[in-house]
């Protein structure tokens, strides 16, 4: 993993925790403020990504992306692939997208 990679991660990560306490001291509870901020936060990583990949810049890592998806941000990471218009013509990128959409349905049927 590069090292920009980190960084984003630890980004993310630091940012999601920063706007789920507000959520939650707001009082939303935590699981929910935790939502909320993990799509939002997916949502702008899209946006960021795809105005890097216009202006040719270093951009997010797919397995990023991907991760935040995981991590409860589908929702947030649908909605910028279809505002942004992102990553919605790559197969393997789309595939490993649903994937993880039909991974966490399955979770929260059981």
Request: net charge positive.
């Amino acid at each position: 993993m590069r090292s920009t990679s980190n960084q984003s991660i630890i980004i993310a990560a630091i940012i999601t925790m920063i706007v789920s306490l507000s959520l939650w001291l707001g009082g939303l509870p935590g699981w929910l403020a935790y939502l909320a901020s993990i799509n939002i936060i997916c949502f702008g990583f899209y946006g960021e990504d795809k105005w890097r990949a216009i202006k040719q810049e270093s951009r997010a890592p797919e397995g990023m992306l991907h991760l935040m998806a995981l991590a409860g941000g589908v929702l947030g990471a649908r909605l910028g692939q279809k505002v942004f218009r992102h990553k919605t013509l790559k197969g393997s990128f789309q595939r490993a997208f649903w994937f993880i959409v039909f991974l966490q349905s399955m979770a929260v049927l059981a």
